[in-house]
């Protein structure tokens, strides 16, 4: 009995605790900005959402993640981080909600189990996040990828374009030339896909600028769309554009190796300094503990 009494009482607590985090969340986090390119009623499929397999009349977990859905208006963000995972098939946007939720229980139940106290509870709003952080470096991974070759796609698109063809059949030349398919040319070959079942251009640009979620790509396909709407000369748009981001990676490259001595400090002062002291001391200090001077 009291084992139930604490376990209702840990759940109880923990919840509250995970509803006062997210009020406190919501009203401390800045409005997001509502762009269309990057709007995230934009960014969603047109297939049934995920989430339409949750049974309000169902098992327990699923009526506790339609309460935290629905209370802390998660869906758009939980969409969007699968957007840019790739849309892959697991896990799915519940399934991330799923693990958000077991997280919840499952880490301050495990330290209250191993401290023997009931103030871990305190720390199921962070549990909570915590599936948000393994997945947001999984996607910030993936976009670092993207951005590898992106600057050399572009300057193959400006050339190619410069011949001729429109920006489409410049990005099937890319796909189909490449030796093994980057993730960029994947997406690229989704749009160009998408596109071919009926999708409007702009659309499934957005789409694409969506599924990468790099600033870099939402600035190319604002660049497309302007070529399409304003008429304007797309090879010169992609020739600047290409020139700025290799600016921009020639300055973070710069920013990064200015910062490596500064971070090269803790290493030194840690592990070599200390070292090298053992190494330059000890003779002496075997010297004194066996009747001698040292040297």
């Known amino acids: 009995m009291n084992v139930m009494m604490s376990a209702g009482l840990f759940l109880l607590v923990g919840f509250g605790a995970l509803m006062l985090g997210a009020a406190v969340f919501n009203l401390l986090a800045p409005e ?6 990057v709007d995230v009623a934009v960014q969603r499929y047109k297939s049934a ?5 949750l049974n309000p009349d169902g098992k327990l977990l699923d009526r506790v993640a339609l309460f935290c859905l629905h209370t802390f208006h998660l869906e758009d963000s939980l969409e969007e981080m ?6 892959p098939e697991k896990p799915q946007p519940v399934d991330i909600l799923y693990t958000k939720i077991i997280a919840a229980i499952a880490i301050p139940a495990a330290m209250m189990l191993l401290f023997k106290s009931f103030w871990p509870v305190l720390f199921v709003p962070l549990a909570f996040m915590v599936p948000d952080a393994l997945i947001r470096s999984k996607i910030q991974k993936r976009q670092q990828e993207i951005l590898g070759n ?3 796609t572009v300057d193959l698109a400006a050339l190619i374009i410069e011949s001729g063809l429109d920006y489409l059949t410049a990005f099937e030349r890319i796909i189909k030339v490449a030796r093994e398919k980057t993730i960029l040319e994947t997406e690229l070959d989704k749009t160009i896909g998408e596109i071919k079942l009926g999708y409007s251009r702009r659309e499934a640009l957005e789409r694409f600028a969506a599924r990468t979620g790099v600033p870099e790509v939402r600035t190319l396909v604002g660049l497309i769309i302007q070529s399409d709407e304003l008429g304007t000369s797309l090879v010169d748009l992609l020739r600047n554009f290409s020139a700025d981001l290799r600016y921009s990676r020639l300055n973070k490259a710069e920013k990064l190796a200015a910062q490596a001595s500064t971070k090269m ?7 070599i300094f200390p070292t090298i002291f053992i190494l330059i001391l000890s003779p002496m200090l075997g010297g004194l503990l ?4 040292g040297f």
Do not use: N
């Open 265 to 271: 400090l803790f290493p030194l002062f840690m592990f």
């Open 32 to 37: 997001k900005d509502r762009e269309d390119i």
């Open 150 to 152: 992106f600057s050399t």
């Open 82 to 87: 699968y957007l840019q995972l790739g849309s």
């Open 290 to 293: 066996s009747g001698g001077l």
């Open 49 to 53: 959402s995920s989430f339409a397999r």
